[in-house]
């Protein structure tokens, strides 16, 4: 069963919501390193970095109760 993720970066008057279903991170990864190389966008590689940390966070913490 997919179920819906959301990471939210609020940043000055912009805010960056991605949305993904489980087993898309990868994806979403890809996403953010995308919007961080737009020269374009307010979106750097460290709001990347943060996103994929918590990410990741949360990957674990599932892990976790899994093995539990």
Known sequence: MSV????????????????YTTGQEAQVIDAF?????????????FDAAVLSYQMGRRLETE???IAT
Request: no cysteine.
């Open 4 to 19: 819906i993720r959301q990471l939210s970066l609020v940043k000055g008057d912009e805010r960056f919501i991605f949305r």
């Open 33 to 45: 390193a995308s919007l961080a190389g737009n020269t374009g966008s307010d979106f750097d590689w």
């Open 63 to 65: 892990l976790d109760q």
